[in-house]
Each structure stands twice: as structure tokens, then as C-alpha cells.
């Protein structure tokens, strides 16, 4: 059988981020361009899945690095080392790229197309995942739909 020199190898998690580094899909909607922000390693084994990237996580391409992450490592009781280790926690957002802000204000949701296009291929990689965690209500909507329950105290919480 001759070989697929024209396909890229999907196979191995390395040549999957490289894929995802080099995402286009949604560009012409994004202020700021493409630059998805993501951490997989088949031995972690928490997955946090967030909303998307703010600007400063675009600016540095390091994911959960203001506020609300530092929020969500005192929530979590993590401290920076384990939370940036890729052998311990993955990290996939619904939206591995800033999508800006709305007209009225506020943050703009994930790119709908991002999600579909890439978690169920990373998440393949992440074998040894013992707990998700779904930080917000985008990650809750798109994973547990009509299941999520509504809980104000949790929904004020907004790690995301
Ligand atoms: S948001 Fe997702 S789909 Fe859009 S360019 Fe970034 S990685 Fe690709």
C-alpha cells in the first residue's frame, strides 16, 4: 500500500497539537488571530475544560494566566507548578482561541466550531483523564446539556 505522503499523521498527540497550533478554521473571526492555547499529555490526570482564552492568555499562550485562574488554582488548591504541568493537568478550552469581545460588552463565547472540530481527537489522547472538571457554562452546556442543573451559587462563580 503505497504511503499518504499528502496527509498528516493524526495519529500521535504531538503531530494532533501541531495540527491545533496550526488551526485556521475561525480566523476571520478573531480580533487578535489565531492562537490556540492548549495542554495535553496522556498522563494527566485531571482535564480542565474552561470557556477561552482572555488577552492576556493570548498574549503569553500561557492558558489560565490572570485572574480567574489564579481563582481557580485557590479553588482547586493547586499551586502554579502542578497546574503547569502537563503531566498532571490537561487543559482544553471550548475555544482554544480569543474570540474577542461583543458590541454590548463582555467577553464573546467560544467559537462554536472549535470544540467539535478538536476535543473528542485530544481527549482520545488523554487516557488516563480520572476527573473533568467543567469550568463554566459553556464547557457544561456543550458536555452535560440538558443535564446541567442550574445552581446560582455555582453559576456566580465564574472561574471562566
Ligand atoms: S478557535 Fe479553534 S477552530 Fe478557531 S482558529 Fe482557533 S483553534 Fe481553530
Redesign the pocket.
Given at each position: 500500500m503505497p504511503r499518504q505522503l499528502d496527509r498528516p499523521d493524526t495519529n500521535t498527540l504531538d503531530s494532533l497539537l501541531g495540527e491545533?497550533r496550526a488551526?485556521?478554521?475561525?480566523?476571520a473571526h478573531?480580533p487578535l488571530g489565531?492562537r490556540?492555547v492548549a495542554v495535553a499529555n496522556p498522563a494527566a490526570r485531571l482535564l480542565i475544560i474552561g470557556q477561552a482564552p482572555g488577552t492576556r492568555v493570548h498574549e503569553t499562550g500561557i492558558p489560565w494566566n490572570d485572574k480567574s485562574g489564579d481563582r481557580l488554582r485557590e479553588w482547586l488548591d493547586i499551586d502554579k507548578p502542578t497546574f503547569y504541568d502537563p503531566e498532571k493537568v490537561a487543559i482544553m478550552p471550548m475555544?482554544?482561541?480569543y474570540?474577542g469581545v461583543l458590541a454590548s460588552g463582555g467577553d464573546a463565547p467560544?467559537?462554536a466550531?472549535?470544540a467539535p472540530?478538536?476535543h473528542e481527537r485530544l481527549r482520545a489522547h488523554l487516557p488516563n483523564v480520572a476527573l473533568t472538571l467543567l469550568a463554566g457554562m459553556y464547557a457544561q452546556a456543550y458536555y452535560l446539556g440538558k443535564a446541567r442543573k442550574k445552581n446560582p451559587d455555582r453559576d456566580r462563580r465564574n472561574l471562566a
Open positions: 491545533i488551526c485556521r478554521h475561525c480566523a478573531l489565531p490556540p475555544g482554544f482561541c474570540p467560544p467559537r466550531e472549535c472540530l478538536w
